[in-house]
């Protein structure tokens, strides 16, 4: 077995099952629906037709319409933009500040790792959701400020993950050799710590993408979100629950959109685990 076959086969071990290839394959159909939206969808997602309102799935409207005559399978497509780009936005804000923060916490120990880590466990402390929904309210109700408020409440797992493996890192004989040879603290985080950083930090990073879709999609939900008119999961269910009863489609159809992405992230973020395990 050739080099390349060998690092090749924990993923093929890893994605080769049947839910782990079927959840990629889910996912990667989530963005690449997203990006053809323009193209996919058969009308404009602000599109109003009184005369269509809430009507059933059918072949001129797939997934059914709103109680504006708008096309639900349009806005599905169109929605899945802002849904997805704030579920990385909140990956991305807590994951870069995150991982700074602890790989620099861990690299130095000492009063500067104490005190970072006291603060990283008071926001530990305080209900996520229920901060999240303070700072929105106070920057004001949009998905811009809901990814905001998201990402800074993720810094402190980031910090943690980072945190713990930075502390296994530090008294390496590679950090060691490099602290010998004159390398200052920022040159052993940038080319020593935080490459050894990325594996776990990957997986904790598809792990954390279902929760922020979740967590996007019930601020939206709740009107702290995206506003409307635009399209966006969590908005369409909190507009539609309303009408439940009588028109199913309307919030059944984008839950199991959010249930889907979710739940493939997830199963997705576990193979992960399996292909980057370090004792592999």
């Excluded at 922020?212 to 999961?233: D, V, Y």
């Excluded at 489609?249 to 199991?256: A, D, F, L």
Aim: with cysteine; aromatic share 6%; charged share 10%.
């Amino acid at each position: 077995m050739t080099g390349s076959e060998m690092s090749l086969s924990p993923w093929r071990e890893a994605f080769g099952r049947p839910l782990p290839m079927i959840a990629a394959i889910v996912l990667g159909c989530v963005f690449l629906l997203a990006l053809l939206a323009p193209l996919l969808a058969p009308y404009p997602p602000n599109a109003i037709d009184l005369d269509a309102m809430l009507a059933p799935p059918s072949l001129s409207h797939l997934a059914g319409t709103d109680e504006l005559g708008r096309d639900i399978f349009s806005r599905l497509l169109w929605g899945a933009r802002p849904s997805l780009f704030a579920a990385l936005a909140i990956v991305g804000i807590g994951a870069s500040a995150g991982v700074i923060i602890g790989a620099f916490s861990g690299l130095k120990a000492g009063i500067a790792d104490g005190v970072i880590m006291r603060i990283m466990d008071v926001m530990l402390a305080l209900p996520g959701l229920v901060m999240a929904l303070a700072l929105t309210a106070v920057l004001g109700p949009s998905l811009v400020n809901a990814v905001i408020a998201l990402g800074i409440l993720s810094i402190p797992a980031y910090t943690r993950v980072a945190r713990g493996a930075a502390l296994s890192l530090r008294n390496r004989d590679y950090v060691d050799a490099a602290r010998v040879l004159g390398a200052g603290d920022g040159h052993i985080l940038l080319r020593h710590i935080l490459p050894n950083v990325l594996p776990p930090l990957a997986v904790f990073m598809s792990f954390h993408l279902g929760g922020a879709i979740l967590a996007s999609s019930a601020l939206s939900f709740i009107g702290l979100g995206a506003q409307p008119p635009t399209a966006e999961w969590g908005a369409m269910i909190g507009a539609g629950r309303e009408f439940f009863l009588i028109a199913w489609w309307y919030v059944t159809i984008p839950g199991i959109a959010i249930l889907l992405t979710a739940l493939s992230t997830n199963i997705v973020g576990d193979a992960l685990r399996d292909v980057l395990d370090p004792r592999r």
